[in-house]
């Protein structure tokens, strides 16, 4: 069965700090895998994904993520957090393919706090 | 841009009532999806579609049902509402191109 890990519920951050927010996945066929961040009070909004090709993913906002098979790892990293950026982040892996209507199992998520 | 919209943005239900949260979708997109999202848990898959009036469970359907009569409207049906069902509810939709687009969710408490 597919799952997903990010290990810290909680990090806090120093405004104009790097970030890097960590997720592991268990898939058994090629993963298609997606970094989703959600403020206080909205739905979920799609920061990156990653289906093939470079594993090195860009994303809006300035988010990027990095893919590594040999790690099952596809960790999120900012090299300059805003405030703006406090929120809470999901990783996600599921089927990408036109023909599945699987759906996405989510990580439990990771609650970023910015220090002013 | 594809719209996901649910009805309903609170919802308060007393237990054991009949609960409809709907959700529409304006792209024409064949798989729809209901999650409930609960704090230290994320997101768990209750029910899916991949085409009117078919659906299969996900990972937590009890106490719960479903209903696609059109391919825009996926209904969740909550027949007896009960307290441990007080959650975020999203909906999405995926199709090929666009993959995943979810709506802003539907906070219910029971009361």
């Known amino acids: 069965a597919q799952s997903v890990t990010q290990p810290d519920i909680h990090i806090t951050v120093s405004e104009g700090a790097s970030l890097e927010l960590r997720c592991n996945y268990s898939y058994g066929a090629t993963p298609y895998l997606f970094w989703y961040v959600q403020s206080p009070g909205q739905g979920l909004q799609l920061l990156l994904k990653y289906f093939s090709g470079d594993t090195l993913v860009q994303g809006i906002k300035g988010f990027e993520a990095e893919f590594k098979r040999s790690q099952s790892s596809f960790n999120l990293r900012k090299p300059s957090v805003h405030w703006s950026d406090a929120a809470e982040y999901f990783c996600a892996v599921g089927s990408y393919s036109g023909g599945g209507a699987d759906g996405l199992t989510f990580g439990k998520g990771t609650h970023l706090i910015i220090q002013p | 841009d594809v719209k996901v919209t649910q009805s309903s943005r609170y919802l308060v239900k007393r237990t054991g009532e009949k609960v409809f949260l709907e959700c529409v979708q304006d792209m024409d997109h064949e798989n729809m999806f209901w999650y409930r999202q609960d704090p230290g848990l994320g997101l768990r898959l209750i029910y899916f579609s991949y085409d009117v009036k078919m659906k299969e469970k996900g990972d937590i359907p009890e106490g719960y049902s479903v209903s696609r009569e059109k391919k825009e409207r996926f209904s969740l049906i909550l027949e007896s509402a009960s307290t441990n069902q007080t959650s975020m509810y999203l909906c999405?939709?995926?199709?090929?191109?666009?993959?995943?687009?979810f709506g802003s969710g539907t906070r219910l408490t029971v009361v």
């Open positions: 999405a939709t995926k199709s090929h191109l666009n993959g995943y687009t």
